[in-house]
């Protein structure tokens, strides 16, 4: 882990269309809920010194209505962590992390890979319930999962939060559980 002198962090958002990839990505930079989006937000640079981190930070949106799957798996393969968003009110959105992205992550970087994953549950704005309980699950079938975290581009709740983390996988991963399991 050479984490000093990485040239940056670079953190792709994908997820079923309509989750708010772009409103979190515009709401973070603007500090305020977008009310109008495109569906892909241009690359951002976020600069060293106002993140948490102190590393240039890139931010990748993907839209299926402007990119090919082919196109998506060339953004995964050069990402160095993945966020997989769903929204809180969509049940289907969390399904499809299970039958759809987590899948399409493994088939493009192999069974074993190194890329830490973020499952990003947004617009918790409009429950009154958690997803978490279903998503810890997840998280125990799923080594590559790193943390999870339930957020709003409305209100911004936990949106700073969840780019930290996104940033903190990168450059302090924790150790996956199998390697505690084998010093048994
Ligand atoms: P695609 O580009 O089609 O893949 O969708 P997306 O994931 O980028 O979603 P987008 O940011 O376009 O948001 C979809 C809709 O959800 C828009 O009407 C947003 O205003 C709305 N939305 C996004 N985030 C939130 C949120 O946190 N709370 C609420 N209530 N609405 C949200
Ligand atoms: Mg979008």
Redesign the pocket.
């Known amino acids: 882990m050479g984490g000093g002198h990485r040239r940056g962090v670079r953190i792709l958002l994908m997820?079923d269309?309509?989750?708010?990839?772009?409103?979190?990505i515009l709401s973070l930079v603007s500090e305020e809920f977008p009310?109008q989006?495109p569906?892909?937000a241009e690359e951002i640079t976020i600069p060293p010194d106002v993140t948490p981190e102190k590393v240039p930070t890139h931010i990748v949106?993907y839209?299926?209505?402007e990119q090919s799957v082919e196109q998506l798996r060339a953004e995964i393969n050069h990402s160095d962590v993945i966020c997989i968003?769903y929204s809180v009110e969509d049940e289907d959105t969390l399904d499809h992390v299970t039958s759809h992205w987590l899948p399409l992550i493994r088939s493009t970087l192999g069974q074993v890979h190194h890329t830490p994953v973020i499952l990003v549950g947004?617009?918790v704005?409009?429950v009154d319930y958690s997803t978490m309980e279903i998503v810890l699950q997840t998280m125990m079938e799923y080594p590559e999962i790193e943390t999870c975290v339930e957020c709003?581009?409305?209100t911004l709740k936990n949106i700073s939060e969840m780019f930290y983390y996104a940033q903190k996988a990168v450059l302090h991963p924790t150790a996956p559980l199998y390697i505690l399991e084998e010093r048994d």
């Not at 269309?17 to 409103?23: A, L």
């Open positions: 997820g269309p309509g989750v708010g990839k772009t409103s979190l009310e989006v569906s892909r949106d839209s299926e209505r968003v947004n617009k704005d409009l709003s581009a409305r």
